[in-house]
């Protein structure tokens, strides 16, 4: 059952995503970044990933204003030690860099997936 509620949000993220989500999912879909494909809002474990790179093991998370906060921050390193733990390693890019320089932070994940082996 959890399974379900879990996958149904995920359909839901992918249906909804924020204009920056949308801006970078642009940017990288269909193999556009050097030939490495990604998947959106995929399920890993009892987490939903934004971006994923499933031959690289690469996650990436497009935070916004939200991920300042006390909360957010606990979250967040809990969620990454459970994601680091299965062998991903999380790139982060947050709002601001996407819309104000979408070309650093696709070649800061370009030298980080390329740094991955296969």
């Known amino acids: ?10 359909r839901t993220l992918r249906k909804h995503m924020t204009m920056a989500e949308r801006k970078f999912w642009s940017a990288i879909r269909s193999r556009a970044l050097s030939g490495h494909r990604f998947n959106r809002q995929v399920e890993i474990g009892p987490y939903i990933v934004d971006f994923l790179c499933r031959e690289r093991r690469v996650i990436v998370e497009v935070d916004g204003a939200t991920h ?8 967040d390193s809990r969620r990454t030690k ?3 733990s299965k062998g ?4 982060r890019a947050n709002n601001t860099d996407i819309y104000g320089n979408l ?5 800061g994940l370009l030298q980080l ?3 991955r082996s296969r």
């Open 88 to 91: 991903y390693v999380i790139f």
């Open 103 to 107: 070309d650093g932070v696709l070649t």
């Open 68 to 75: 300042g906060d006390a909360h957010e921050v606990k979250y």
């Open 113 to 115: 997936l390329e740094s």
């Open 1 to 10: 059952m959890q399974i379900d509620i879990q996958r149904h949000h995920a």
């Open 82 to 84: 459970y994601l680091e």
